[in-house]
C-alpha cells in the first residue's frame, strides 16, 4: 500500500528549473515544493527533519514526502531533471549500480549520496504469540520458493523446518518486490541462509543469475505475505494473528515493544545497541540522495538536506524517532558530504 503525506519543510518562493531541466516540462516548469520519494522506513526520519525544517522557516510551504518503497521511488528519481521529477530519494539500502546508470542515462548525473543512519531489519511477533527465534538458514529454509534448487518448498509449519521450533504455521508479513527493507532481506538474512549450502557458493560464482534465483526468490503460496508499504499495517496485522512474524525497520518495533516482541536472529536481539555497532545480523545503513543540479533550483532543498546533519547524532530528534545514530566517524564523513555537496562517483556500486 501506497502512503504518502504533506509534511513540512519546503521553499520560500516559487522555483523555475529551467536550468536544470531537461526534456518535454523541464524547461520553465516550476515548482514550490521540494519532493522526497522512497523508503517507507526512512519515511518517518524524512518527515521529522521536515518538521523541524519547517519549525525554523516560518512561511515556507510543506514538501511532499511519499512512501512508494525505494525500488518504485528510484525509478522516479532516476526518470530525469527538472520541475516533474523528485528532488530527494529515501533509500533503505544503498543506489544498485542498474539505478545508477539508468539515472545516468536520463540526465540525472550529479547524485549526492548522504548516509543519515543506520537501520535494523527486525523480525517481530506478537507478545500474545509463542516465542521464537531463528537463523539466517532456518529463515531461508522457511521462506524459499526452491531451497537450495531441490525443488518447490513445502514446508508448512516452523517445526517443518527444524524441529525445535513451535508447530505454527509459517506466516511471514514483510515488504513487497519494490521495498529495499525486501532487498535487504534478501541480502543480509535469504543468502546467508542459502550459503549455508557450500553448493550455493559455488554457483554464485558460476552462474549468478541461477544462484540469485535460488537463494532470494520468495515462496508465493501464501507462507510470505506482501503487506504492502505500510509497514503501521504489519504491526497491526500482528495484533490480529499471534501466529505470524512481521519483517520491517527497527524503527517499528521500537515503536511497539509494549505489544511485539523481537525475533532473535543467531541469538542476537535487535537493539539499539547492536545494530549501532553492527552485530545484529540485519543491520543497515539508510540513505538520501539528491539531485545536485536542483539545489540551487529549489530554494531551500539544501537546508533541509542539511537539516538531517544537524539533528542525527545520539540523543537528537531524529533519534528520539527511532533512527539508530551512525558511528562517529560515519557522521562527520557525510556531513562533509551534505557541506560539500560531492558527488556520488558510482566506482564502488554492485
Known amino acids: 500500500m501506497k502512503k504518502s503525506a504533506l509534511l513540512a519543510a519546503g521553499v520560500a518562493s516559487l522555483c523555475t528549473l529551467a536550468a536544470c531541466g531537461n526534456g518535454a516540462g523541464g524547461a520553465g516548469a516550476t515548482r514550490d515544493q521540494i519532493r522526497a520519494v522512497g523508503s517507507s522506513t526512512v519515511y518517518p526520519f524524512a518527515t521529522a527533519a521536515a518538521e523541524i525544517f519547517v519549525l525554523g522557516t516560518p512561511g515556507v510551504k510543506s514538501p511532499i514526502i511519499e512512501a512508494t518503497g525505494t525500488g518504485g521511488g528510484m525509478k522516479l528519481f532516476c526518470a530525469g531533471v527538472g520541475a516533474q521529477y523528485p528532488d530527494i530519494e529515501n533509500a533503505s539500502r544503498r543506489i544498485k549500480k542498474s539505478e545508477f546508470e539508468q539515472c545516468r542515462s536520463n540526465g540525472v548525473k550529479d547524485i549526492v549520496e548522504v548516509q543519515i543512519g543506520v537501520d535494523g531489519l527486525a523480525f517481530a511477533q506478537s507478545k ?28 508448512q509449519t516452523w517445526k517443518d523446518v527444524d524441529p525445535a521450533l513451535p508447530a505454527i504455521p509459517i506466516t511471514v508479513l514483510g515488504p513487497p518486490s519494490t521495498s529495499g527493507t525486501r532487498d535487504s532481506l534478501a541480502e543480509l538474512i535469504l543468502e546467508k541462509g542459502c550459503q549455508s549450502d557450500p553448493a550455493m557458493k559455488a554457483l554464485k560464482e558460476s552462474d549468478e543469475k541461477k544462484y540469485k534465483d535460488i537463494c532470494t526468490r520468495v515462496r508465493e503460496d501464501g507462507h510470505y505475505v506482501d503487506a504492502g508499504e505500510n509497514d503501521n499495517l504489519i504491526v497491526q496485522k500482528l495484533g ?91 557522521r562527520a564523513k557525510n556531513a562533509r558530504i551534505v557541506k560539500m555537496l560531492t558527488v556520488l562517483d558510482g566506482a564502488e556500486l554492485k
Open 240 to 330: 490480529a494473528n499471534p501466529d505470524a512474524i512481521g519483517v520491517f525497520g527497527f524503527s517499528f518495533l521500537e515503536e511497539n515493544k509494549d505489544s511485539l516482541r523481537d525475533v532473535p536472529i543467531n541469538g542476537m536481539q535487535a537493539t539499539y545497541e547492536t545494530v549501532s555497532t553492527g552485530q545484529y545480523p540485519g543491520a543497515r545503513p539508510l540513505f538520501v540522495y539528491v539531485k545536485k543540479a536542483h539545489m540551487k533550483a529549489i530554494p531551500g532543498l539544501a537546508a533541509y538536506l542539511d537539516t538531517f546533519a544537524v539533528n542525527w547524532g545520539p540523543g537528537g530528534p531524529l533519534t528520539k524517532r527511532g533512527m539508530v545514530a551512525a558511528p562517529e566517524d560515519v
Open 128 to 155: 500474545k504469540g509463542p516465542a521464537i527465534a531463528v537463523t539466517p538458514k532456518i529463515v531461508y529454509e522457511a521462506l524459499a520458493a526452491n531451497p537450495y534448487g531441490k525443488g518447490q518448498n513445502r514446508t
